[in-house]
């Protein structure tokens, strides 16, 4: 089975500053990727997903991830906040082996923009 | 156009009773998810459906859970005699072409509260 790690529940920057948010899996074939955004009281939205093309991913609104086997890491990265990025973002990773259908979350990371 | 709508947004119920959560589906889509989202926790999966076939429901927590989808549109996902720690955000996606792979578009969520 397939999980996922997202390391710090909370991080703050500043406005203008780099956005970093981690992503671990754990799995012996790299399974598909994916980021998701929710915003208060909205359902979550797709930010970005990797499916074993190029290892960097661009998403919406500016972010983008790499896909780095040897870390087996899907890190999240966005050069410079704004105030609008303040939600909570779920690194998620889907199981592309023996049959298996399901679809795994992080916990998540909530993310503070500070003006 | 409209996208993932679920009803009712906020539920209240005893414990012991049964409940309803729907959800709506963008128009055309194949594919159906559910999720349980705990406070502070990212969603889990429940279980799946590709038109009106169950596929997958193997997250489903107890017998208590059953979810169908009768005519490959609007599903149901219902709680028989309600436990306390069946309180969560109930989250409903839906996706064009089935399979965990496809961006999966969600709806706001049913809160449930159980008393």
């Known amino acids: 089975a397939q999980s996922v790690t997202q390391l710090g529940s909370h991080v703050s920057v500043s406005e203008g500053a780099l956005v970093l948010l981690r992503c671990n899996y754990s799995s012996s074939v790299p399974p598909y990727l994916f980021w998701y955004v929710q915003y208060p009281n909205q359902g979550l939205q797709l930010l970005l997903k990797y499916t074993s093309a190029a290892t960097l991913v661009k998403g919406i609104n500016g972010f983008e991830a790499e896909f780095k086997k040897s870390e087996t890491s899907f890190h999240l990265t966005k050069p410079s906040a704004h105030m609008s990025d303040a939600a909570e973002y779920f690194c998620a990773v889907s199981d592309r082996m023996g049959g298996g259908n399901q679809f795994y979350f992080g916990t998540g990371t909530s993310l503070t923009v500070i003006p | 156009g409209a996208g993932v709508s679920q009803s009712p947004r906020y539920k209240v119920a005893k414990r012991g009773q049964d409940v309803a959560l729907r959800c709506d589906p963008i128009s055309g889509h194949v594919s159906l998810f559910w999720y349980q989202q705990a406070l502070g926790q990212g969603p889990e999966f429940l279980t799946y459906?590709?038109?009106?076939?169950?596929?997958?429901k193997s997250g489903l927590p107890s017998d208590r859970f059953f979810a169908e989808r009768p005519e490959g549109s609007v599903s149901t996902l219902k709680i028989q005699r309600t436990q306390q720690e069946d309180s969560a955000v109930y989250l409903c996606?839906?996706?064009?072409?089935?399979?965990?792979?496809?961006?999966?578009?969600f709806g706001p969520g049913t809160r449930l509260t159980v008393l």
């Open positions: 459906f590709q038109n009106e076939a169950q596929l997958d």
């Open positions: 996606a839906s996706g064009t072409s089935g399979g965990f792979t496809d961006t999966q578009y």
